[in-house]
């Protein structure tokens, strides 16, 4: 069982990559610090440098994979900014690595995937308004506009707002690009995967260990009790949408952690607009170059 993996070296994501090694899993991981491969880790995973933030390094990465069938794909890596920031390539950063950055290195490893092989990308439920979270909600999943978002008349003017409307509208293209490519990339099972609020995890890092970690103390006390969650949980039910026999057959299924189960819900009004979709994956492969 061969799987290739993002947002393996850190939170829920490296719990998920220790139960995968843990299940014999032959699994490479990609790394912004390869050196700096985590203990827990050990010598039990093949480690690549990836960073996200350019596509070529999208593209280094998926070249040095090599040939070989790859069994799972799990797309887990993903940030949070407290500033606004732009990607190597020029792109809002947040939309950079957690959306296009994972589209490119699903594109590039389509004709590599095994039949039947699972492709899980991490989305989240602040990409539904209906969810009523912190994070600001998505307005839009216009790829043009969420990377440039200086031509986005829907743009928040507000630095913590547009932070957060990057990040939740970043989750939501998670979402549709599972749903799209379940469509464009048949016989593969395709899902989304959202953890629930799971504190403790670096992903507000940004925002300094202080805020950080108060953030981790009060949230869980002001949601909702099921839509919070802790690292062995999220990360547990991650590596089972990898390896686990019921999740073998998904169409672009969106899978939500609820109190201590994962379920399959219908994702937002925005996530299941399929003209939308489509449109995301085209305008996605004109904006990493595809054709
Ligand atoms: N925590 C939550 O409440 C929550 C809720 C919903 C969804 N999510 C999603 O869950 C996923 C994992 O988040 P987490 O909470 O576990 O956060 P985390 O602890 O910060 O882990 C994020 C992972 O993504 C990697 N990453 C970030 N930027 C990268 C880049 N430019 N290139 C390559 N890798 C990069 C990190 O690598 P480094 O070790 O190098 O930093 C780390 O492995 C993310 O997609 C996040 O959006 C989290």
Redesign the pocket.
């Known amino acids: 069982m061969r799987i290739v993996m993002?947002?393996?070296?850190?939170?829920?994501?490296?719990y998920a990559a220790e139960r995968l090694a843990d299940a014999g899993a032959s699994l490479t991981i990609?790394?912004?610090?390869p050196a700096a491969r985590p203990p827990a880790l050990g010598g039990r995973v093949a480690v690549l440098p990836?960073?996200?933030?350019a596509l070529a390094n999208v593209r280094a990465f998926a070249a040095a994979l090599g040939e070989g069938p790859i069994d799972a794909l799990v797309l887990?890596?993903?940030?949070?900014l407290a500033k606004p920031a732009t990607s190597a390539d020029g792109f809002e950063r947040t939309f950079a690595?957690?959306h296009l950055?994972h589209y490119l290195l699903l594109r590039l490893l389509a004709p590599r995937l095994a039949p039947g092989a699972r492709v899980i990308l991490?989305?989240?439920?602040?990409h539904d308004p209906a969810e009523k979270t912190p994070v600001t909600p998505p307005v839009h999943a216009d790829a043009d506009r969420l990377a440039y978002p200086g031509t986005d008349p829907t743009a928040e003017s507000r630095t913590r707002q547009a932070c957060f409307r990057a990040?939740s509208s970043s989750?939501l293209c998670?979402i549709m690009t599972a749903r799209e490519a379940a469509k464009r990339l048949p016989g593969l099972s395709v899902m989304s995967f959202?953890?629930?609020?799971?504190?403790h995890?670096?992903?507000g890092?940004d925002n300094g260990p202080i805020i950080a970690s108060l953030v981790s103390y009060i949230l869980p006390l002001i949601m909702k009790r099921d839509r919070s969650?802790t690292?062995p949980r999220s990360g547990q039910f991650l590596a089972d949408l990898a390896l686990a026999p019921q999740y073998a057959a998904c169409n672009g299924d969106y899978w939500s952690v609820r109190g201590p189960a994962l379920l399959r819900l219908a994702p937002s009004d925005l996530a299941r607009d399929d003209a939308a979709c489509a449109r995301l994956w085209d305008d996605s492969a004109r904006l990493v170059d595809l054709a």
């Open positions: 993002t947002g393996a070296t850190a939170g829920f994501g490296l990609g790394a912004r610090h990836l960073d996200l933030d887990n890596a993903g940030l949070q690595v957690n950055a991490t989305g989240s439920g602040t990040y989750k998670n959202d953890p629930g609020y799971v504190p995890t670096g992903l890092r969650s690292i």
